[in-house]
């Protein structure tokens, strides 16, 4: 596993079975944990804008195989949110691992408040309702309490590896 990107589609292949089985299921507060969102973010306040975009955009469009809306329309929110993740140098000179965290919670959560924003632009039944208050509350929490384990596992994935 030489590519970056090679690891990154199989552990984002994980983490789809993962989305779509047990945290599908498993629905505190009648909203899921959006994994693969948090990921996409996490790879942007690892490795900047540039990479947090190409990453959110793969990790959408395998996330946009298994949803009934129209393809690349999760892989445009998540490619945005990992962009917006990716400039957190600009506001913290050395980022540490806490403000990474709050970073994945916060901006995991405006991902979060965009994916029905953009199904209402594409003339999906994406309304906000009043349940959206407690999404947001919920993504930012689960995503403080997630980021130390997706920070390990995203530092590994992409990686720079020196072949040859």
Not at 19 to 41: E, G, H, K, S
Not at 47 to 75: H, R
Not at 103 to 119: S, Y
Request: charged letters at 10%; hydrophobic letters at 55%; proline letters at 5%.
């Amino acid at each position: 596993m030489g590519s970056r990107w090679t690891r990154l589609v199989l552990v984002s292949l994980v983490l789809l079975g993962l989305q779509t089985t047990v945290l599908n299921d498993m629905r505190p507060f009648n909203v899921m944990i959006p994994v693969m969102l948090l990921f996409a973010v996490t790879a942007g306040t690892l490795y900047g804008s540039e990479i947090g975009a190409i990453s959110g955009l793969i990790i959408g469009v395998m996330y946009d195989c298994v949803l009934s809306t129209p393809l690349g329309l999760a892989s445009l929110v998540f490619g945005a949110a990992a962009y917006t993740a990716g400039l957190l140098p600009f506001f913290v000179r050395e980022p540490t691992w806490w403000t990474r965290a709050i970073t994945i919670g916060i901006v995991g959560a405006v991902g979060e408040l965009a994916f029905p924003l953009a199904q209402s632009m594409v003339g999906l039944s994406g309304r906000f309702q009043a349940h959206v208050f407690v999404v947001v509350a919920f993504v930012v929490v689960v995503g403080m309490l997630v980021a130390p384990l997706l920070l390990p596992v995203c530092r590994w994935t992409l990686k720079e590896s020196l072949v040859g």
